[in-house]
């Protein structure tokens, strides 16, 4: 009989939260798929819809650089992506010409009402 060390059990319990992450966005992909979203795009979606609660409301996109597990230039792609599906808006910060801000526009947000209580039961069902 092996004996764990405290190397393996930590080693069992990084495996487990791969596993259980890898379930929780496949889950949640499966089921935001027919909206044209996947787990990524609801993300920012729901960040912005969190942080920028009012209509017209913008978040400067460093903010969310870190808070969606995606490299900058991946995170930029995506945003461009949901421009080009009228679901966000981006402008330049006129203060600083390097900040951009991303906002949602009414489609963003109603197809955000619509998709959130299924990316909230994928949730539970994987992790409840």
């Known amino acids: 009989m092996a004996v764990k060390t405290a190397d393996t059990r930590l080693e069992a319990?990084?495996?487990?939260?791969?596993?259980?992450?890898?379930?929780?966005?496949?889950?949640?992909?499966?089921?935001?798929?027919?909206?044209?979203?996947?787990?990524?795009?609801?993300?920012?979606?729901?960040?912005?819809?969190?942080?920028?609660?009012?209509?017209?409301?913008?978040?400067?996109?460093?903010?969310?650089?870190?808070?969606?597990?995606?490299?900058?230039?991946?995170?930029?792609r995506l945003i461009g992506r949901l421009e080009k599906d009228g679901l966000v808006e981006r402008s330049v910060c006129t203060e600083d010409r390097r900040g951009v801000y991303v906002a949602l526009t009414r489609k963003g947000r109603d197809l955000h009402a619509e998709v959130l209580p299924l990316q909230r039961a994928a949730l539970g069902r994987t992790l409840g």
Do not use: Y
Request: glycine share 6%.
């Open 13 to 76: 319990k990084w495996r487990d939260i791969l596993s259980a992450h890898a379930r929780t966005m496949c889950e949640i992909d499966r089921v935001l798929h027919p909206h044209g979203l996947g787990a990524s795009d609801f993300e920012v979606l729901d960040i912005l819809a969190s942080e920028a609660p009012e209509e017209g409301a913008q978040c400067r996109v460093q903010n969310l650089v870190g808070r969606v597990h995606l490299s900058q230039s991946a995170l930029s």
